[in-house]
């Protein structure tokens, strides 16, 4: 998704911006991967003229997927291959929207750098429009997504309905019977957001960073310094964050299971507790 992401931002912004004097992006590696980006003009700040990004899982929406996704498989009572489908659709929607805030980057810090040029601060525009819609707008684009949706299938008489109907083949449940191997995945993911956590808070190099972010947002200060700290902070997290959705995932999948009916039209769950009542007496 990553890859992706990067590739078709790349490709837009050069389409759009670029024009016969220079290249307005440039696609690179970054930790082996291309998703790295580098914005160029004559106004941008540094000695190459340049502004270096990257896409990171978050910078992707793989972390809004997740969530979006989670809050549909959970709504009670709505058909299983409906809710499918929509995730699928609404992991679609956060990809494309996704994109658009990325290609929305360049022409933000374009025009500041224009009337700025060659100073560090014309960024802060491109930056106030990432950490506003970081830290609030995806998740109001969410939560109205998934309100539209759940409206959209009927709201909370559809899926009265919908839960008390036999109709269904199939049904998303929590896990009643848990082996060894299940067990185990649950104490691997568990291990795993560990070191995440671990990582973040023994790497020296990343809490200095979060120090010298603390200080330039303080300060209000925007050097190439609380930059660099800010790529460094944000590489440190992502990995952590990686893991972490990584393992929030096999918690979910261990966790849930499938049940289907068998051929007199019972779950399978109800038709082993019936054996088991049945062997007891």
């Not at 890859?3 to 082996?32: Q, R």
């Not at 160029?40 to 969530?67: K, Q, R, W």
């Not at 896990?175 to 795993?192: P, Q, T």
């Not at 300060?219 to 393992?247: H, K, M």
Request: hydrophobic share 45%; with cysteine; proline share 2%.
């Amino acid at each position: 998704i990553q890859v992706t992401e990067a590739w078709l931002w790349n490709a837009a912004t050069n389409l759009l911006y670029s024009d016969g004097e220079f290249v307005a992006s440039t696609l690179s590696t970054h930790n082996g991967w291309l998703t790295r980006l580098d914005f160029t003009h004559p106004d941008f700040p540094g000695n190459y003229n340049t502004v270096a990004l990257y896409v990171s899982d978050e910078c992707a929406g793989v972390h809004e997927m997740i969530f979006l996704s989670t809050l549909v498989a959970m709504t009670e009572g709505v058909p299983q291959k409906l809710k499918i489908r929509s995730i699928v659709v609404m992991c679609s929607i956060i990809y494309v929207l996704n994109l658009v805030r990325l290609i929305m980057f360049y022409p933000i810090a374009l025009e500041d750098c224009i009337a700025n040029p060659n100073q560090p601060e014309c960024l802060s525009g491109m930056w106030n429009f990432h950490t506003a819609v970081y830290e609030w707008g995806f998740l109001v684009v969410l939560i109205t997504m998934w309100l539209i949706w759940f409206w959209r299938v009927g709201g909370p008489a559809r899926t009265l309905d919908a839960s008390a109907s036999t109709d269904e083949l199939w049904r998303l449940q929590v896990r009643k019977v848990w082996e060894s191997k299940h067990v185990a995945m649950i104490g691997i993911a568990l291990v795993l957001i560990a070191f995440a956590a671990f990582n973040v808070t023994t790497n020296e190099e990343a809490m200095e960073a979060k120090e010298t972010l603390d200080v330039c947002y303080f300060s209000e200060l925007v050097t190439s310094e609380c930059g660099q700290a800010q790529n460094r902070w944000d590489d440190a997290i992502g990995y952590a964050w990686s893991l972490s959705a990584l393992s929030l995932v096999v918690i979910a999948g261990t966790t849930m299971t499938i049940e289907r009916k068998d051929e007199h039209g019972q779950w399978h769950t109800s038709l082993f507790k019936v054996r088991n009542a049945d062997q007891e007496e």
